[in-house]
């Protein structure tokens, strides 16, 4: 009889386990996929778990305020408006501006839901949000950090700095990484109060991607650093080779920010070249060469890599974008869009998202490529260049143009493009059965109770 009961005994618990099992495979295609920060997480890898947007059509779109008039020096003329990415959170979408505003949108409809504006602000802020446990955190070029209520945009603290913040914060364990004129900060995510600080002797506009505990970011003194997280100590850097000449010096800055996936950071240079390197050592693994254009003035790759599923993905300022092999950097398929791209790609089920444009030349669009093929979805045209980021939340992608607009691009078929969709939602026979073997399952467990019952009275 007592091994009758042990075998009961097992089963009851192997029924739990299959109930937890069989209900964790339904509930989590449900799950909601926000994109908190630049580049999607902490690691900055670029990757969606959002159906893909396959017809584009404008759900909506949100007019802001046109930036500041001021040029910016080396320009020819002012900054778009929207060269901050978005972030998606809770049914939000949240962005900065170069008017000195963040603004907090409703992404259903796109109906404002609160602004904030900045101290002041000369060319207003290319920082992109994080949005982390209620509170938004971004840089602007009023040299603060800010601390936001997401619901409301009541400023909750500001951390000031010597110079303009343009790099995108990136907020893990209660710590907030940031770049500034000046190096790297680590913040107090609660209260904003400094941690550390790192001072590097170029401008950082990168934004810091962090794993494992070190945090990993490109500065403008041609170098990538990698810093303990935990108290900025200096773990290793990589100088790049002298990149192009500018003023008569070779220049190699690094605008891109890191991507971190399996122990190597992915990062874009100023000669031109995408980078892998050891994540624990700083030794390069291997580098790409993109093609110069415009002659003797050389090539940047200011965007920052999305690597998902071994493959390295990423723009260049020569208007192509790349398909790299993560394992040593060999081209499986590039295309051209035929213009200086600064915006990263996302990708989301198989389809890959990037911006393109540059001060009227042309091509001022948002592309979709078949990430495994190369072959062009679609494009839609904003009017403007796209500096900012395209990303993908619950089969929408949300992005920022020059002219002014925040745009929401869906369609009424979200699918991935290969003969796999993403299964979004279990099909009805699926559900049917897992409902039935769920109620045997329950069935034999009230039916295990009362033998036990019976067996316990003897």
Not at 422 to 447: D, G, H, N, R
Request: with cysteine; proline share 5%; hydrophobic share 40%.
């Amino acid at each position: 009889m007592w091994m009758v009961y042990v075998q009961l005994n097992k089963f009851r618990v192997a029924a739990v386990v299959c109930i937890i099992f069989l209900s964790s495979s339904v509930l989590i295609p449900f799950a909601c996929a926000d994109w908190t920060m630049f580049r999607s997480d902490p690691s900055h890898s670029g990757k969606s778990t959002s159906n893909s947007v396959l017809t584009p059509t404008v759900l909506w779109n949100y007019t802001i305020p046109p930036a500041n008039p001021n040029i910016e020096e080396g320009h020819a003329a002012p900054l778009p408006a929207t060269m901050s990415s978005p972030a998606v959170v809770d049914g939000v979408v949240y962005m900065g501006s170069q008017g000195g505003s963040f603004y907090a949108v409703n992404a259903s409809n796109g109906s404002l839901l609160w602004n904030y504006t900045a101290v002041w602000s000369v060319y207003g802020t290319q920082s992109s949000p994080a949005v982390v446990n209620g509170i938004v955190y971004i840089g602007s070029d009023d040299h603060n950090v800010y601390a936001l209520n997401a619901t409301n945009g009541a400023k909750l603290w500001n951390f000031t700095t010597s110079y303009i913040v343009d790099s995108s914060p990136t907020v893990i364990d209660g710590v907030v990484y940031i770049g500034s004129a000046e190096g790297v900060y680590a913040l107090n995510a609660d209260n904003g109060a400094k941690i550390w600080n790192y001072t590097t002797s170029g401008w950082i506009e990168s934004s810091p991607a962090v794993a494992n505990d070190i945090l990993y970011v490109g500065s403008d003194d041609d170098s990538v650093y990698a810093l303990n997280a935990t108290n900025g100590a200096e773990i290793w850097n990589y100088p790049m080779p002298n990149g192009n000449i500018q003023n008569g010096a070779p220049v190699n800055e690094v605008q891109s920010s890191p991507s971190v996936v399996n122990g190597v950071v992915y990062v874009g240079a100023g000669d031109g070249n995408v980078y892998a390197l050891n994540a624990d050592n700083g030794k390069k693994i291997w580098n790409c060469t993109t093609e110069n254009f415009g002659g003797n003035t050389g090539n940047t790759v200011a965007s920052s890599p999305a690597v998902v599923n071994g493959v390295v993905y990423v723009g260049s300022y020569n208007g192509f974008v790349y398909a790299l092999k993560a394992s040593n950097g060999a081209e499986i398929w590039s295309s051209e869009i035929g213009s200086i791209t600064v915006s990263s790609p996302a990708v989301a089920s198989g389809v890959l998202y990037i911006g393109s444009g540059y001060y009227g030349t042309g091509n001022e669009n948002v592309y979709a490529f078949n990430a495994a093929t190369g072959k062009l979805l679609w494009t839609y045209d904003t009017n403007g260049q796209v500096w900012s980021s395209p990303i993908v939340v619950n089969g929408v992608v949300y992005v920022g143009s020059g002219e002014d607009t925040l745009y929401a691009l869906g369609s009424t078929s979200s699918q991935n493009p290969t003969a796999s969709p993403s299964p979004a939602i279990p099909e009805f026979s699926t559900i049917i059965s897992v409902t039935v073997i769920l109620a045997v399952t329950a069935t034999t467990l009230l039916s295990t109770k009362k033998l036990k019952k019976r067996m316990n009275s003897h």
